[in-house]
């Protein structure tokens, strides 16, 4: 996806050409990340967002940031341009996504804006902007499938307020996750077989079967096992529901 600064396209003339001629996707990414050197990032739509301040002091691992309190290189679709290898850190507990953006030896701090995120990579993780519906809200984690049909993951974790002599600070406890089953326009809560048979109730022997053979993964890996109920029994599921 090309930048759409107008004003400054002369720029592109400073390019190499095969940057803009390459056809495959890494060549894609190449490009928007010389270009974005090319005319720094404060003149992209990238720096657009409000300046960050942590209001909460931790001082242990029990933070509320998504795999490191620290920024780590990531990609993000905002503004419906993707943005390749920019420092970021997901805020669960507040649903933000934050940017650190560096300019003339000069490194600004950035709370996106939410709505404008439509998804973010980060830690090896894909995270959708669900935006609110019924059921859920907020960036949530990519499991299995796609953004129109697939498995997603909610982070939720629980503050709680401690004090060391003189000192205040807040620490982060995860809680269980939650899972939504999404189709089209719709968030299924699919936390447990008792949620997936109020989807299908004419499929609860299934649905009871398919529980029974993947207790092990159940128990001991959860984002394992709703894979598997995306890609095995699913497909089953919906499959039936149509011929009815």
Avoid: C
Wanted: charged content about 25%.
């Amino acid at each position: 996806m090309f930048r759409s600064n107008f004003w400054i396209l002369p720029i592109l003339l400073f390019i190499p050409s095969f940057f803009i001629t390459a056809q495959n996707l890494q060549a894609e990414e190449e490009y928007l990340q010389a270009y974005d050197r090319a005319i720094g990032l404060e003149n992209t739509a990238l720096f657009n967002g409000v300046e960050y301040v942590e209001e909460y002091r931790t001082i242990n691992n029990k933070h509320q940031f998504f795999f490191s309190r620290d920024f780590i290189l990531g990609d993000v679709l905002y503004d419906a341009e993707v943005f390749y290898n920019v420092a970021l850190k997901f805020d669960i507990f507040n649903n933000r996504l934050i940017a650190e953006l560096e300019s003339d030896n000069t490194k600004t701090v950035l709370q996106l804006i939410t709505d404008k995120v439509g998804w973010f990579k980060l830690g090896g993780k894909k995270f959708i902007n669900v935006g609110t519906n019924e059921t859920t809200s907020g960036f949530l984690e990519l499991i299995a499938g796609d953004e129109t049909s697939g498995i997603f993951k909610k982070y939720v974790l629980n503050p709680s307020e401690k004090r060391d002599k003189q000192v205040m600070y807040y620490e982060f406890n995860p809680r269980k996750s939650r899972f939504f089953y999404s189709e089209g326009d719709g968030f299924y809560p699919v936390d447990s077989r008792r949620d997936l048979i109020n989807i299908f109730p004419e499929e609860k022997k299934a649905i009871s079967e398919f529980y029974k053979s993947n207790k092990s993964y159940l128990k001991n890996d959860k984002d394992q096992f709703m894979t598997s109920l995306y890609t095995e029994l699913l497909p089953l599921l919906t499959a039936k529901n149509r011929e009815l």
